[in-house]
């Protein structure tokens, strides 16, 4: 595979559940991000990775928690969330931080019951 | 902080009428702007970047430094065109997108 793939496609949980959002890219890229897009606010920058080092935690609450093993892969860990957070989850990577364009994974669509 | 505006949630046209999309942003820097495009059913792909000078699928932005804007054109819209677009800022530290404009050309 080629680009950005991201698993589960959709998910439903339940405001007690642990569950994980995988991404992995396949294009060399150093830089990973998390980002949230919903209705009702614009694309939301989460979390920013460079060479497996978190660079940015927008403000997010730690009931998300990111892991980068290495600059092919990313998760996002998801404990005792609340109905607001179901949203798409979209994962990019780049070249480098804020270099070049962001590519982008198909998503990860969450409903939290 | 860096801002980008996109005024319009929705436009609608008519197919074979000219659209522009438009986009300001906040900066005192020299920015980097993008024009992001998601089809239906399909993931958020880079449309064109302004560095590029280039025209993707008859489109055009202009970077207006005066007027700290980069409004998307086209001069005759198709049905395919139809879509969300999102216009980004890179400063070198971070992407900034701004709320997206969704395009409905009619037939």
């Known amino acids: 595979e080629t680009g950005v793939t991201q698993t589960p496609r959709h998910l439903v949980m339940g405001m007690t559940n642990k569950k994980s959002l995988k991404c992995e890219q396949h294009?060399?890229?150093?830089?990973m991000y998390w980002y949230k897009q919903s209705a009702k606010k614009p694309l939301e920058l989460m979390f920013v990775?460079?060479?497996?080092?978190?660079?940015e935690n927008n403000s997010v609450p730690s009931r998300f928690s990111p892991e980068c093993p290495n600059s092919s892969h990313l998760f996002l860990h998801l404990h005792t969330l609340q109905p607001e957070d179901s949203a798409l989850y979209l994962c990019?990577?780049?070249?480098?931080?804020?270099?070049?364009?962001?590519?982008f994974g198909e998503g990860s669509r969450l409903t939290v019951l | 902080a860096q801002r980008v505006t996109q005024p319009e949630k929705l436009l609608s046209v008519f197919k074979g009428a000219p659209v522009e999309l438009k986009c300001n942003y906040s900066?005192?820097?020299?920015?980097?702007l993008f024009w992001y495009v998601q089809y239906s059913r399909q993931r958020l792909q880079l449309l064109l970047r302004?560095?590029s000078r280039e025209s993707i699928k008859g489109f055009t932005a202009d970077l207006n430094k005066g007027e700290t804007s980069f409004h998307l054109k086209k001069p005759f819209a198709q049905e395919e065109d139809s879509a969300m677009y999102y216009c980004?800022?890179?400063?070198?530290?971070?992407?900034?997108f701004g709320p997206g404009t969704r395009l409905s050309v009619l037939p």
């Open positions: 980004a800022l890179n400063d070198g530290q971070n992407f900034v």
């Open positions: 294009l060399g890229h150093n830089a």
């Open positions: 900066y005192s820097g020299s920015p980097e």
């Open positions: 990019a990577s780049s070249q480098r931080v804020a270099a070049g364009e962001l590519f």
């Open positions: 990775y460079n060479f497996k080092e978190q660079t």
């Open positions: 302004h560095i």
